[in-house]
């Protein structure tokens, strides 16, 4: 166990909906990053928040936002759903965010889009 | 060409064998080097990490990394059934800072 929660563990969407995954970090991490999986391919990253602030972002359209809070804990929201958004959700915290530090991964959040 | 490439498989070795698995990187200026495993419909997990060229242990498990050659491996020794997985190579580059960057991963399969 690493300490960093995801929920919804599973979620089932149609096209064109709104969702909102949460993460909560490891205690004492301040920074949350967030990576889509696809099924047989490798985590893809998303976005990082450190310190509340957006610190990064990969190949992803605006319609991929997020949060990050006083506590550290941190939201995904994905609007407008497509069917390719279906895909294992990660969430990853780590001490700082400095290259060297590791990142611990929440349990995911499958989400289905039909 | 992709920022970190691996061998999809999959692999198969014997239990008590060494499995080996390779890993390679498009950006000389890499920083820190990552292997985790993932169990199917699981999350990743840390294995261990690596900065510095050669060697670094940890119990059956042995990174080993050479920038010169963009590639870092991790040798499973006395390979156990439950240590049938996928193994993920994810590497961070000084351009980019924390994020990480992950091959498809390898499947491996440890036969009883």
């Known amino acids: ?114 | 060409q992709k920022e970190v490439e691996q061998n999809s498989g999959p692999l198969s070795v014997p239990e008590g064998a060494i499995a080996s698995l390779n890993c390679t990187y498009s950006d000389r200026v890499s920083q820190s080097f990552f292997w985790y495993r993932q169990y199917s419909g699981k999350s990743p997990e840390l294995i261990m990490s690596i900065y510095s060229n050669g060697d670094k242990e940890d119990g059956r498990f042995t990174a080993q990394l050479n920038k010169a050659s963009q590639y870092v491996s991790l040798l499973i020794r006395d390979s156990q059934p439950s240590d049938s997985a996928t193994y993920l190579c994810a590497v961070t580059f000084r351009r980019t800072g924390n994020q990480f960057y992950f091959g498809t991963g390898t499947s491996l399969t440890v036969i009883p």
């Open chain 1, 1 to 114: 166990e690493t300490g960093v929660t995801q929920s919804p563990t599973h979620l089932i969407k149609t096209r064109g909906q709104q969702v909102t995954l949460r993460c909560s970090s490891q205690s004492g991490h301040n920074t949350v990053s967030w990576y889509q999986q696809a099924l047989g391919q490798g985590p893809q990253f998303i976005f990082q928040y450190y310190r509340e602030e957006e610190n990064g972002r990969g190949n992803f359209p605006p319609r991929f936002s997020g949060l990050q809070f006083p506590n550290y804990s941190s939201e995904l929201n994905v609007n407008a759903l497509e069917l390719d958004d279906s895909a294992l959700y990660l969430c990853a915290s780590s001490l700082r965010a400095t290259h060297t530090d590791t990142q611990y991964f929440g349990p995911g959040t499958r989400l289905t889009v039909l």
